[in-house]
């Protein structure tokens, strides 16, 4: 029977070697590779000694309702995403920040040619004035074919 502190030492190789996404289940898993038979139990002791505590998968969160009956607009670009001159080609996105406040919403607009970003806005709401600040923004140095994701 192995002692502890070997094994300790075993299981932290081996969630290190995770990047801390293996729970007990799956390092005894592994240690039974090694040819080493230890209880779950056991296990999730030596790792709570030596504070090991895996990242727990989040459920993924749909964001989008893409079956809707609203008008989809026309896709100018065709993923054609290079441009031979500045400002002939934009293309934005909009990202979700999460803060200890709640959510912050970023619209980004960028320049398909120079690939920087020209125009960018960030408010605490997802509404179509988030978007046309950034838009403004890029407006500023002057337009190309817009096309938003």
């Not at 230890?38 to 893409?66: A, H, P, Y």
């Not at 990202?95 to 408010?123: N, P």
Request: hydrophobic share 40%.
């Amino acid at each position: 029977m192995i002692e502890n502190q070997k094994l300790a030492k075993r299981i932290k190789g081996i969630f290190i070697e995770s990047r801390a996404t293996y729970g007990t289940r799956r390092i005894r898993k592994q240690l039974a590779t090694q040819e080493i038979s230890v209880s779950r139990k056991r296990v999730g002791r030596l790792m709570k000694q030596n504070q090991l505590c895996c990242k727990i998968k989040r459920k993924f969160k749909v964001t989008t309702d893409s079956k809707h009956r609203l008008p989809v607009a026309k896709n100018v670009l065709d993923r054609d995403f290079s441009a031979t001159r500045p400002n002939q080609k934009y293309v934005g996105d909009i990202t979700y920040i999460r803060t200890q406040q709640g959510w912050l919403y970023l619209a980004v607009v960028i320049d398909l040619f120079s690939r920087k970003v020209v125009g960018w806005a960030m408010e605490d709401h997802m509404e179509a004035s988030l978007v046309n600040d950034a838009l403004f923004v890029s407006v500023a140095t002057s337009v190309g074919i817009l096309h938003i994701q």
